[in-house]
């Protein structure tokens, strides 16, 4: 007897599911991707239809991730592919002003309802003893990432830096385009858009290099990261005061390589598969907790964040031409705004405040220590500098970690209240593997970008047989250390 076939299971599985949305590390993505590079390999030499698949694949894809909520990219991307258009035509600079103006508050206007109107409302009610109801509304994936690109693109041609384009489908593609969807990177459009429109040429090194950068995301994410939250973090944080100080402390240094790993794994595999595409998308981490300074931090970690930020919101608002006071206050309200993208909390808030109060007096440090170059350039002066700015970091994470001020306050009372050393040799017998991966995601982030470099070379034109091999490992590592319950992203929440 054959197993009877059940259609509507099977056509189930092409719907949107809530608790198991699409994502890289989702087994119907091989599927999806399966078709997708097939019917993209066939029609390679045909931009149009090309660009369609992609088109039609992306918006699916994140269907698949967010459901109906997919409509809300399709109709940005209509109103700024019309508004860009009519900035560009338009030769009054008030009137052109005015569309530009129009654009933000569009795309401002739908981030601000689905992601801060019930934080607003709690606000009122608690400050104003009002009875709002909070509407509870849900919040779109990937909707943060796509209204800063938006933004950018109708910015950019404003200031005649990019002319926007004439095909729709190409803009489309530009916003919707699904390795970086999701989650980002934040993509901008006179960086992306002029490689839609070259022939599809993938040598052996673009595909080594996406290889290398997809199995690395991959083992960052769904190893490293996914084993840390689940069998350390997420318990830790939950229940601080159950816990001694060390457990808490350790705790913050394993959410530091959670985030990182979890982050700069996705963005690795959304940028190894856009190479494999025939597009290159810049990194997006350089080894942040390598940092010396919060300034270089901020130039190493979530670099697409940071620079749109820089270039959209602090130079505009004058930067550094302002004045010292207002440098220094134009860097508060930029990272307090940094921290309310990433959500509508005061521990977000508080977190972004932390760092423009560090920015700030980092570059007045600057600018005190001028004549100290000989110490400031020495190893001692560096080791003690990079020490200082990772735990600065860390101190951080806990605010943009925890659940609520509560949880927050009861990390920093266990660790600086309820620290005991005694308890050193009993930990490290409790979590042996917890503090191997830990120790494993550290000496991945220190790993030189020039090791990547060399492996790529040495893969590059191998046999196909050598590609699988790698890949089988991996997948059992993963078989390893899989968990019963999957983690999702950290950032598919912002």
């Known amino acids: 007897m054959f197993p009877s076939f059940d259609c509507n299971s099977f056509l189930h599985q092409f719907l949107y599911d809530s608790s198991n949305p699409l994502l890289f590390n989702n087994g119907f993505f091989v599927y999806f991707f399966f078709l997708f590079i097939l019917l993209y390999f066939i029609f390679r030499k045909n931009i ?68 801060y109107t019930d934080f607003f409302i709690h606000i009122t009610n608690d400050n104003f003893s009002i009875s709002l109801h909070p509407l509870n509304i849900l919040l779109p994936v990937g909707i943060s990432f796509y209204t800063f690109e938006n933004i950018s693109y109708t910015v950019d041609v404003y200031r005649g830096e990019f002319i926007p384009v004439k095909k729709f489908n190409e803009y489309l593609l530009f916003l919707s385009f699904f390795p970086k969807l999701v989650m980002g990177p934040i993509v901008r459009a006179k960086d992306f858009i002029p490689q839609i429109n070259k022939p599809y040429f993938i040598s052996s090194k673009d595909f080594t290099a996406g290889f290398v950068m997809i199995v690395s995301g991959l083992f960052k994410k769904l190893i490293i990261s996914d084993y840390i939250t689940l069998n350390y973090v997420n318990y830790i944080f939950d229940s601080p005061l159950k816990h001694t100080g060390l457990e808490c ?44 300074d919060i300034s270089e931090f901020w130039r190493r970690w979530h670099i697409s964040l940071s620079s749109w930020l820089r270039d959209y919101l602090y130079i505009p608002m004058g930067g550094n031409r302002k004045g010292k006071l207002l440098t220094y206050v134009f860097l508060m309200i930029t990272m307090l705004l940094g921290g309310l993208w990433h959500g509508a909390s005061y521990n977000f808030i508080i977190w972004g405040g932390l760092h423009g109060i560090a920015l700030a007096i980092h570059k007045l440090w600057k600018q005190q220590t001028t004549s100290f170059a000989a110490i400031i350039n020495s190893a001692i002066y560096k080791t003690v500098a990079l020490l200082f700015t990772f735990h600065f970091v860390c101190f951080c994470w806990i605010f943009f970690h925890a659940e609520n001020m509560t949880i927050a306050n009861e990390m920093i009372h266990q660790i600086f209240s309820q620290f005991d050393w005694s308890v050193v040799v009993q930990f490290f017998e409790n979590y042996k593997k917890v503090v191997m991966m830990i120790f494993l995601g550290y000496i991945l982030h220190a790993m030189p970008e020039r090791y990547k470099e060399r492996l790529t070379d040495k893969l590059q034109n191998k046999p196909m047989i050598v590609f699988v091999l790698i890949f089988f490992v991996f997948v059992f590592i993963y078989g390893v250390f899989k968990s019963s319950e999957p983690v999702m992203p950290i950032y598919l929440k912002f």
């Open 48 to 115: 149009t239809a090309r660009t369609t698949i992609f088109c039609f694949f992306s918006l699916y894809f994140f269907y698949k991730a967010s459901g109906f909520f997919v409509v809300l990219v399709i109709v940005s991307a209509i109103a700024d592919f019309v508004l860009s258009n009519l900035i560009y035509k338009q030769t009054v600079p008030f009137k052109k002003r005015i569309l530009l103006v129009i654009s933000i508050f569009f795309n401002l206007g739908i981030l601000f309802y689905f992601k």
């Open 249 to 292: 402390l350790m705790a913050v240094y394993a959410y530091a390589i959670v985030i990182y790993c979890d982050f700069s794994g996705y963005s690795s595999i959304a940028i190894g598969i856009a190479r494999w595409l025939g597009y290159t998308i810049p990194p997006n981490f350089l080894s942040p907790y390598q940092s010396t």
